[in-house]
């Protein structure tokens, strides 16, 4: 491998890297959040089991009359995931220098915040 290879591989190694998702304007943010019903695992279920069925994956008893534990399944996965992020999971943010106005100032070092999920 030469170097014009290597060149190309780190290139395109960096090519393939995602954007960063774009930032939301910090009222529309705060002001869209009290909307939000916060996490259920009842109604994720739910959602996941109307996809399954617009797969074609069976979510009611099997042909043979066995109940189909499918369901079950993603009850549990839904359950313990939301169980960490509620109980576990630490959401930290930070702010960049100069971007808080502050009553006669502008903040000078980086802020930093914490908060739960819900």
């Known amino acids: 491998m030469g170097i014009e290879q290597i060149c190309k591989?780190?290139?395109?190694?960096?090519?393939?890297?995602r954007p960063p998702f774009p930032q939301l304007s910090r009222l529309l943010l705060v002001c869209s959040m009290r909307r939000r019903p916060g996490l259920s695992v009842i109604q994720s279920v739910a959602n996941?089991?109307?996809d399954l069925n617009k797969l074609g994956?069976?979510?009611?008893?099997?042909?043979d009359g066995s109940?189909?534990?499918t369901i079950g399944v993603t009850f549990a996965?839904?359950?313990?995931h939301y169980r960490a992020l509620k109980q576990d999971a630490s959401v930290q943010g930070g702010t960049q220098p100069g971007t808080e106005l502050i009553m006669n100032g502008t903040n000078f070092s980086p802020g930093m915040s914490f908060s739960s999920i819900n």
Do not use: A, H, R, Y
């Not at 591989?9 to 890297?17: E, G, P, Q, R």
């Open 48 to 50: 996941i089991t109307k």
């Open 77 to 80: 996965n839904t359950k313990e």
């Open 67 to 69: 109940p189909n534990l």
């Open 57 to 63: 994956i069976p979510t009611g008893s099997m042909p």
């Open 9 to 17: 591989t780190i290139s395109n190694f960096f090519d393939n890297v």
